[in-house]
């Protein structure tokens, strides 16, 4: 299975977008999909995930009420929209696969899949 990453760019504060991840190859029929950021100097952490039954949907603190997850799954695409995007949230976004389909994991290193990344900056 592979991943891609797309819709990261240069925004202003207060600005949106809409990140997107397709997987290609051959996906289990469910899968969940977790997003995650890194910024310079720092380690991935973790911003939201869509169980495979998309049943269950959660955010970190951090973008709670800023930020969607949303799937088109007759696309094999996720989405991530980000309202009202501030400086902190500058970092290159990646969206996962956990194959294993119930429940949300927080926990990077559960996922089996990755995409490369797409770079979101937002000025101030």
């Known amino acids: 299975v592979q991943l891609q990453a797309s819709g990261g760019g240069l925004v202003q504060s207060g600005d949106s977008l809409r990140l997107s991840c397709t997987a290609s190859?051959?996906?289990?029929?469910?899968?969940?999909v977790g997003w995650f950021r890194q910024a310079p100097g720092k380690g991935r952490e973790y911003v939201a995930a869509?169980?495979?039954?998309?049943?269950?949907?959660d955010y970190d603190d951090a973008v709670k009420g800023r930020f969607t997850v949303s799937r088109d799954s007759a696309q094999n695409t996720e989405f991530l929209t980000m309202n009202n995007l501030k400086p902190e949230d500058t970092a290159i976004y990646y969206c996962?696969?956990?194959?294993?389909?119930?429940?949300?994991?927080?926990?990077?290193?559960?996922?089996?899949?990755w995409g490369q990344g797409t770079q979101v900056t937002v000025s101030s």
């Open positions: 996962a696969a956990d194959f294993q389909p119930l429940g949300i994991r927080r926990d990077p290193t559960a996922y089996n899949a």
């Open positions: 190859g051959r996906p289990p029929s469910r899968y969940g």
């Open positions: 869509m169980s495979g039954s998309g049943k269950t949907i």
